[in-house]
């Protein structure tokens, strides 16, 4: 009965949620839709498309790495032209800059130029992160944010699952007839071109929210706000949100980047095994952040996010000693939803605690400082892989993960302060 009635729950939410929902917000939610396919391309191929063509772990990490940092250096300069330009604009030289950027990646075999241009894509790819938070709260109402935020999440995943299934079957497909690094090579490229429909998206955003800018000051002075902004969230609950962060984004980071090569090489897993696991393990993040607003409601959203990362670590042992090809993906499932359905909370979480005129600056620096933290991971990640093993950087996520866990429940655990 009380499943039914969360079921019923969920079921309304959503249906209030859509009939309130504004078009920018629609527009934003098929922007993640295209803009993640190409993640998921990289997620799943690109690690296995670079053994193939004869580089190791090592510079996979870096170039993985690079475009984390990418990332990070994008963060500040967003803030800054986002305010100057707009969102709108910001976001579609964004998608412009990601999309050029990955076909040199990918089709450019000189390191140095692989290694530029992947600090050039992680760049382009700074504006749908930073953007994304005060893009969801600016264009949504006060109660419907957690969903809002949910949903981006949801859609997210669910370009997440497309890809993963249909692109690892496709190279698989295409590998079989043109062989295995042209075949993957080919699936990277159209995965890439598909940003372009994000693009043609983004020119249909309207409204003040999405066009406003401000030109009344200099770049400087502009500079000079962002860093103002970022010294404000130095402090207090904020510093200790983003120290959490940066534990979180240095154990993903030496794991998750490198998912699809730990089950091609250690358990010999086909490139369609590979895209079905990875799908599999979306298919739980997705159900996971459907349920998280009425599960937040009912258990409080701090005791929520602790309690799913707590149970996610169990899973995270199992994966680290390979037992199997079905052991693994019923953890990697788990792993992937308990660690991640509570993504949309921290989110909606981090813009509660700040402030209103300081909103852009926290969802810019908690992009900073992941990405950071994420960047010394991957290539940690790598290093340890090539090294070691395929398992040695397990051991270290744990950790990370198990600290930054209480870390949250330190600071927001006796808070009794419902995210809206």
């Known amino acids: 009965m009380v499943l039914g009635d969360d079921m019923r729950a969920i079921i309304d939410d959503y249906k209030t949620f859509f009939k309130d929902i504004s078009s920018n917000m629609i527009l934003y939610l098929g922007i993640i839709l295209f803009a993640t396919i190409i993640s998921s391309a990289y997620n799943i191929l690109f690690g296995i498309y670079m053994k193939e063509i004869g580089y190791n772990e090592e510079f996979v990490g870096r170039i993985l790495s690079l475009q984390t940092i990418g990332v990070a250096l994008g963060a500040v300069p967003v803030a800054i032209i986002s305010d100057r330009l707009n969102k709108k604009k910001t976001l579609i030289l964004g998608l412009v800059v990601m999309m050029f950027s990955s076909f040199m990646i990918l089709n450019v075999h000189l390191n140095f130029a692989m290694e530029l241009f992947a600090i050039v894509f992680g ?54 007839r043109y062989g295995a690094g042209t075949g993957k090579l080919m699936v990277l490229n159209g995965s890439t071109v598909l940003v372009a429909i994000a693009i043609i998206i983004a020119f249909k955003f309207k409204g003040s929210q999405m066009t406003t800018s401000n030109r009344n000051d200099s770049v400087i002075k502009a500079l000079g706000n962002v860093l103002s902004g970022y010294r404000r969230l130095l402090r207090g609950d904020t510093l200790k949100y983003l120290t959490q962060v940066g534990l979180v984004g240095l154990g993903a980071g030496m794991i998750v980047p490198f998912f699809s090569m730990y089950l091609k090489y250690t358990l010999d897993a086909s490139d369609g095994v590979v895209g079905n696991i990875m799908a599999i393990s979306q298919v739980g993040t997705v159900l996971g952040g459907l349920i998280v607003p009425p599960l937040a409601k009912r258990m409080g959203p701090v005791n929520t996010v602790i309690a799913c990362q707590l149970l996610s670590i ?36 981090a813009m509660e605690i700040t402030e209103d005129d300081t909103r852009t600056f926290m969802s810019s620096m908690i992009s900073l400082v992941n990405n950071l933290f994420r960047s010394v991971g991957i290539y940690t990640g790598g290093y340890l892989m090539f090294k070691y093993s395929y398992n040695t950087p397990y051991y270290f996520t744990i950790l990370c993960y198990l600290i930054g866990t209480f870390i949250l429940y330190k600071v927001f655990g006796g808070k009794k302060k419902a995210v809206a």
Not at 134 to 141: D, F, K, S
């Open 123 to 176: 760049i382009g790819h700074a504006t749908v992160m930073v953007l994304q938070a005060p893009i969801i709260y600016e264009n949504t109402p006060d109660e419907h944010r957690v969903t809002a935020f949910s949903l981006a999440f949801v859609f997210q995943n669910l370009a997440f699952v497309f890809g993963s299934m249909v692109l690892g079957h496709l190279s698989e497909f295409l590998s079989g």
């Open 314 to 349: 169990p899973f995270l042992i199992s994966i680290s000693f390979p037992q199997g090809i079905y052991i693994i993906t019923l953890s990697f499932f788990f792993r992937s939803s308990l660690m991640n359905m509570a993504n949309p909370i921290l989110g909606s979480m």
